[in-house]
Structure formats: structure tokens, C-alpha cells
């Protein structure tokens, strides 16, 4: 246990379904961030937000797209995706976002686009 | 854009034995981490480090940032079957105003009892 929950956990959607992603950290941090986790390829990083401002957005496709509400919660609106947006989504989320930037991971939710 | 390379991609061991994987870049960096991820689970931390020659234990984790600081190794000694899973490098450049991490490619790690 991380102290960064995800739900939900799997989720199967077609492409024209919205869905979205939720995230909470208990952690007190101020930096949260959504990782995508494809087969066989290193962690990409899609958004990093500090103190509820987004300060990275890192080339993703509009079809995806976040929300801070708070500094404990994210989450990730998704519509018309495609099959191969299919991947396991990691949320993250750090104290603040500098030098000593461990990142602790929630488990992530297992995305299939049909 | 910059990369981590991770070796080796897959290791399958006794028990008992020891392990070392290793990251290397050609982008020096100013923080490492090592990550292990279990099936269905997300990654989680295992040692960070922050200077440039500095080792670190966890246990029966060892792990270096390298003199360079473009590269850095995780041992495992002793392994055992709950060692299994993909282990994880990851680097940030510079002080960040973003939080931006760079992963490697990640070592499965397979354990015969």
C-alpha cells in the first residue's frame, strides 16, 4: 500500500464510450502525475500537475484529458480512444516536484479499448 | 530524446544466487531511483540516490549512482522467490520544474526455487 489508490481497477470500454480514471493520494503531496504502461516500453510520462496547476503536457493526444480538482485528486477523462491507447494507466504523485522527486505509484488501471 | 539503457532485459536465476542489473545514458543525471513492479500492481520505490558515487543499501538491495553520474546498478543479494518481478531504473536531468523522470526499459526478474 502506497498511499496512492486508483479506480477503478480494469476497465473495458468501445471507442466511442467517455470513461474517466480517479486518483487519491493520502500521502499530503503537491505533485501528481499520470503515467502510461505499454508492453514491452519504459513508463511514459502524459501530465504532471503541481499545487492543481498543470505544468507538463507531454504531446498526448486531446482524446485524453486531466483534471486536479485538488491537491489529492486526478483524474483522467478519456473519449473516442483508440485500440491502442489500450495500456495500464499509473497515477503518481510526489511531495513536491524538484530535486528529490520520489515518485510513489498507485496500482493502476488496466485500460482495454475495443 | 533522452534514454535510459537498461540491461539485461531478462534474468532467470536459482534461488540463492546474486543479481546485478544496471542503467546506463549518455545525458548526465542528478537523481536515480529504482522501482520493482509486481504483476498487477504499479511500481514501487526501492532505493534513491542523489550524489555521484554514493552507495545505498535496502536490505539486501545494494545500489550506486555512478562516478559519471550517466549510469548506476542494483544487486540483489541472495535472491529469493519473492524477488520476482520487473525492476525498474529511472533518472531525473536536472533539478526539474516539471518532475520529469526518464525510465529504463525495465529487468524481469524470474526466480527457480
Known amino acids: 500500500e502506497t498511499g496512492v489508490t486508483q479506480t477503478p481497477r480494469h476497465l473495458v470500454m468501445g471507442m466511442t464510450n467517455k470513461k474517466s480514471l480517479k486518483c487519491e493520494q493520502h500521502l499530503g503531496h503537491n505533485a501528481m502525475y499520470w503515467y502510461k504502461q505499454s508492453a514491452k516500453k519504459p513508463l511514459e510520462l502524459m501530465f504532471v500537475?503541481?499545487?492543481?496547476?498543470?505544468?507538463e503536457n507531454n504531446s498526448v493526444p486531446s482524446r485524453f484529458s486531466p483534471e486536479c480538482p485538488n491537491s489529492s485528486h486526478l483524474f483522467l477523462h478519456l473519449h473516442t480512444l483508440q485500440p491502442e491507447d489500450s495500456a495500464l494507466y499509473l497515477c503518481?504523485?510526489?511531495?513536491?516536484?524538484?530535486?528529490?522527486?520520489?515518485?510513489?505509484f498507485g496500482p493502476g488501471t488496466r485500460l482495454t479499448v475495443l | 530524446g533522452q534514454q535510459l539503457n537498461q540491461s539485461p532485459q531478462s534474468m532467470f536465476i536459482q534461488e540463492g544466487e546474486d543479481v546485478s542489473m544496471n542503467c546506463t545514458s549518455s545525458?548526465?543525471?542528478?537523481?536515480w531511483l529504482w522501482y520493482k513492479q509486481e504483476p498487477g500492481e504499479g511500481p514501487v520505490l526501492l532505493i534513491a540516490l542523489y550524489k555521484a558515487g554514493e552507495l545505498t543499501s535496502n536490505g539486501r538491495l545494494t545500489a550506486q549512482f555512478g562516478i559519471t553520474r550517466k549510469d548506476s546498478f542494483l544487486n540483489i543479494s541472495a535472491s529469493i522467490p519473492s524477488d520476482v518481478g520487473i525492476y525498474f531504473c529511472a533518472g531525473q536531468l536536472s533539478p526539474s520544474n516539471t518532475g520529469k523522470l526518464i525510465f529504463g526499459q525495465g529487468t524481469t526478474l524470474q526466480v527457480k526455487p
Open positions: 500537475y503541481s499545487l492543481e496547476e498543470r505544468v
Open positions: 545525458s548526465i543525471f542528478n537523481t
Open positions: 503518481a504523485s510526489s511531495q513536491e516536484i524538484g530535486r528529490a522527486n520520489e515518485q510513489f
